[in-house]
């Protein structure tokens, strides 16, 4: 391959990430984030029960003297939030890098989102049953649908930002 070809997207990728740009394969360090958080989700619904309680007992401990809530209630609120916020985190990095596997131009695409969704509403079921295998933790409907709510949720973020930064190009 001829190097000097500025049509060589390879080598502008290259050119570029050794400039300080972004890494030359997004493909890689996408699918490795992804794995990371699924990971660090997988870590944490491994914990037995007292360890995860002890966890979110800091945090719900704090926001029950701060709001004056039932210290039931903050954790309670803490332990879904974190359900929520990690599959959220999921749902944004699903999405990118699927769409590094489906699309050549970066687009959004039904398939790019409903695909994204659909691995990462498998993940939250698998891993509420993961959950069934750890001392004093259970599989709870709730959750999975929370897990759920919480990709999708990631996923049209980014879709809606990247549908109001075309819009704002535009103008």
Partial sequence: MNKSNPHNTMYNKEKKASQG????????L??????LIMA??????AMPADLSSRESG????????????????AS?????CAHFTEYMILGISLLFTMGEYLTSNGAFSRPLILSSWGIGTFY???DEIHQLFSPGRSCEFRDMCIDCAGVLTGILLICIYRKMKAGNAGS
């Fill in 124 to 126: 939250a079921v698998t």
């Fill in 30 to 35: 996408y699918t490795m984030i992804t794995i």
């Fill in 58 to 73: 800091l945090i719900s401990g704090f926001l029950a003297d701060y709001l004056h809530l039932n210290p039931e209630v």
């Fill in 21 to 28: 740009g972004f890494p030359a394969n997004k493909k890689l």
């Fill in 40 to 45: 660090v989700i997988f870590i944490h619904s």
């Fill in 76 to 80: 309670f609120l803490i332990r879904k």
